[in-house]
Each structure stands twice: as structure tokens, then as C-alpha cells.
């Protein structure tokens, strides 16, 4: 029994080094191992009970162990531009639906992180801002997150009001991050402040992130809007007018100089 399990084995090898010799390097289908050899697949999913990717290929089935595999690139999902859609036209329902679906079909499988992102936008959409923050958290725990990212997990801490957590993150944003991402924490942290009641803190984040990240554009409308809004609050209607005025001249196709009009 054990010469023929060793001869098996030796079999399954030669094969496998044949598909990975054979293989054309392609942008889909295609598991890398650590060696920097590649194999294309017709299908492949991940086995959490053992710890393998479980490979089929025109010569047969693989189970290769993660600790080998480097990299793997596998097809768009069937449903992924309908899931788009469906978030898109803020059909949230269903478009959790489909990626929490793909997210169990495609396990460590790279797409698996991709919707998790979107999910968390679902969630969002549905006001589920707890679910929203789940699913950033392990989403982080895989992969940096882009500002866009980061910024949407402010927005659903925000929502859910975990004050706390969100002052510890824009902060140390703030004290080591890019300068991108230290002007949207500085426009975050007004949002905080203005939650929390804080209304002259809130207009010095919005000032610091209109002064200082003049050339980070993306939040250049927000941050004057709001920095507006807050010296009306201050009686100071003057000063919130030349801001809003230089919003609407220099933004004028942002949503908040639409709302500043």
C-alpha cells in the first residue's frame, strides 16, 4: 500500500510540474507559486479546512497548500457587474446579497476582498453603519486601505456614533499619515467636532484643511462649505460669504457649491 500511495504521489507530481511547465502566462486563471512558476486552472476554490487551494485543470485536481501559493488571479465574477449596478442605483438589499455570495464563492481568492469593500458600501447604503464598520475592519486586516476606503469608514464610524474610535484614527492619521489622507482626516475630525458639539474645533480642522491642503482638491469643497456653515453659526457671515464665494469659482461643479448657492 505505501509503494503504491509513494507511486501516486510521484504520479500527481510529474503531472502538476507538466501543467506548470505548459502553462502561458496569462492575465486570468492563473495560481502563481512561491518559486515564481505559474499554472493556468479551469477553476479553483480555497479549502479552509485544510489550508489548500484546491486546483482543477485539464490534467486533473490539485490540492496545493497556501504556504505555496503566492498570488492568485482568477476571472471577474459572474454577478459582479450586476452587483455593481445594483449599488450604483442604491438598490442595497440586493446588491448585499450578491456580494456577501461572493464573497463566500471566492474565498481568498482576491474578488472575495473586492466585494468586501462594496459590501460595506451596501450596509452603509442600508444605514446598517455597524455592518459597514465589520467589514472595513477585516477588509484592513488584508490590504492598506486606498483614502477612498478610509474615508468611508470614518463616514460609518461617524454614522454610528464611535466617537472614540474615530478620533483615535483621524489622529494618528493626522500625526504620521500621507498628506492626502492628513487633509481628509483633518476635514473628518471637523465633522467630529461639529457631532460632538464643537463648533469652533470643527471650523479650525475645516480652515486647517483649506489652508494648509490647498493643492488636495478633493476636499477642498467640503471643507470650505462647512467651514461657511460654521461662521454663520458665529455670526460671521463676512468671512462665511468669501468662502462660499471662493467655492462656488473655484469648485463650481461640486455638490456643495450647488448647495451653497
Not at 144 to 168: D, F, M
Request: aromatic letters at 8%; a neutral charge; glycine letters at 6%.
Amino acid at each position: 500500500m505505501k509503494t503504491t500511495s509513494f507511486r501516486g504521489r510521484c504520479a500527481a507530481a510529474t503531472i502538476l510540474a507538466g501543467v506548470i511547465l505548459a502553462t502561458n502566462l496569462i492575465a486570468a486563471n492563473v495560481l502563481t507559486l512561491q518559486d515564481g512558476r505559474r499554472m493556468q486552472f479551469r477553476s479553483i476554490r480555497y479549502q479552509e479546512s485544510t489550508g489548500e487551494y484546491i486546483v482543477i485543470t485539464e490534467e486533473g485536481r490539485f490540492p496545493i497548500p497556501a504556504g505555496n501559493v503566492r498570488d492568485v488571479q482568477v476571472s471577474e465574477p459572474e454577478r459582479w457587474l450586476e452587483g455593481n449596478h445594483l449599488l450604483s442605483n442604491r438598490r442595497y438589499d440586493e446588491a448585499v446579497s450578491v456580494f456577501r455570495d461572493i464573497i463566500r464563492d471566492y474565498n481568498r481568492l482576491g474578488w472575495d476582498l473586492r466585494a468586501r469593500d462594496k459590501l460595506a458600501r451596501a450596509y452603509a447604503g442600508q444605514g446598517e453603519h455597524g455592518r459597514a464598520i465589520t467589514q472595513y475592519e477585516d477588509l484592513f486586516r488584508a490590504v492598506t486601505p486606498t483614502t477612498e476606503q478610509r474615508r468611508n469608514y470614518w463616514n460609518a464610524l461617524l454614522a454610528a456614533e464611535r466617537y472614540s474610535t474615530l478620533k483615535s484614527e483621524v489622529d494618528k492619521v493626522i500625526a504620521e499619515g500621507e498628506r492626502e489622507d492628513v487633509a481628509v482626516a483633518h476635514v473628518m475630525r471637523g465633522n467630529l467636532h461639529d457631532a460632538e458639539g464643537n463648533t469652533m474645533e470643527a471650523l479650525f480642522d475645516y480652515l486647517r484643511a483649506h489652508i494648509l491642503f490647498e493643492e488636495v482638491t478633493e476636499v477642498q469643497p467640503e471643507a470650505l462649505y462647512r467651514a461657511a456653515e460654521r461662521l454663520d453659526m458665529l455670526r460671521e457671515t463676512e468671512r462665511a460669504e468669501k468662502l462660499r464665494e471662493i467655492l462656488r469659482q473655484r469648485y463650481p461643479g461640486s455638490d456643495y457649491a450647488r448647495r451653497a448657492r
